[in-house]
């Protein structure tokens, strides 16, 4: 059974630092993009980060770019999230999805069960 | 960066109802488009991918259809269980959300 398992969230105060992890299994977890979506209190989903199988190729959204840091160990099977200079917006739910593709298409299937980050003094 | 325009942000429906969901795409994104299901303090779930493509396991009272910019889920003979928020995702340039339509009662 594929599954996805985040963990390293909590509460962390503005300008600190916060590190997410996503265990995998059930999958060869080299051969799959990995991807970070993200969801504030009664918001909607924000897709956050995304990194390919190698971890050779990272892509971040524009709200996070220059502060946070997806990495992989293709040997230990965990996705990572270095967060860096957190701010109040950045309070959510963090979770960790696996990248499916096809010919003409890619989707996250599954997802992780979630980890909150709460960003507050 | 491709912006997706879902609507409506919310609706309300009775079991049985058949519902329709649209996402529009800022440009052109071919069949990249993926429906997702969620529950409240759940993680989303893939109902649709390639824009008409049923997710193993999914009822088959959902469907996907549209290319291009112009995308739709229907939801037939709409069940208890359907009642929840739905999102679009593209995925053919980096990935960006819908803003999500909750199907009340």
């Known amino acids: 059974e594929v599954q996805l398992l985040e963990s390293g969230g909590g509460l962390v105060q503005p300008g600190g630092s916060l590190r997410l992890s996503c265990a995998a299994s059930?999958?060869?977890?080299?051969?799959?993009?990995m991807s970070w979506v993200r969801q504030a209190p009664g918001k909607g989903l924000e897709w956050v980060s995304s990194?390919?199988?190698?971890?050779?190729?990272?892509y971040y959204a524009d709200s996070v770019k220059g502060r946070f840091t997806i990495s992989r160990d293709n040997s230990k099977n965990i996705l990572y999230m270095q967060m860096n200079s957190l701010r109040a917006e950045d309070t959510a739910a963090y979770y960790c999805?696996?990248?499916?593709?096809?010919?003409?298409?890619?989707?996250?299937?599954?997802w992780g069960q979630g980890t909150l980050v709460i960003v507050s003094s | 960066d491709i912006q997706m325009t879902q609507s409506p942000s919310s609706l309300s429906a009775s079991v049985g109802d058949r519902v329709t969901i649209t996402c529009r795409a800022s440009q052109s994104i071919s069949s990249y488009l993926s429906w997702y299901q969620q529950k409240p303090g759940k993680a989303p779930k893939l109902l649709i991918y390639?824009?008409?493509s049923l997710q193993s396991g999914v009822p088959s009272r959902f469907g996907g259809s549209g290319s291009g910019t112009d995308f739709t889920l229907t939801i037939n003979y709409l069940q208890p269980e359907d009642f929840a928020t739905y999102y679009c995702l593209q995925s053919y340039s980096t990935w960006a959300f819908g803003q999500g339509t909750r199907v009340e009662v």
């Open positions: 990194i390919s199988g190698s971890g050779d190729n990272t």
């Open positions: 999805g696996r990248i499916s593709s096809s010919i003409k298409s890619n989707w996250f299937d599954p």
């Open positions: 390639s824009a008409s």
């Open positions: 059930g999958f060869t977890f080299s051969t799959y993009g």
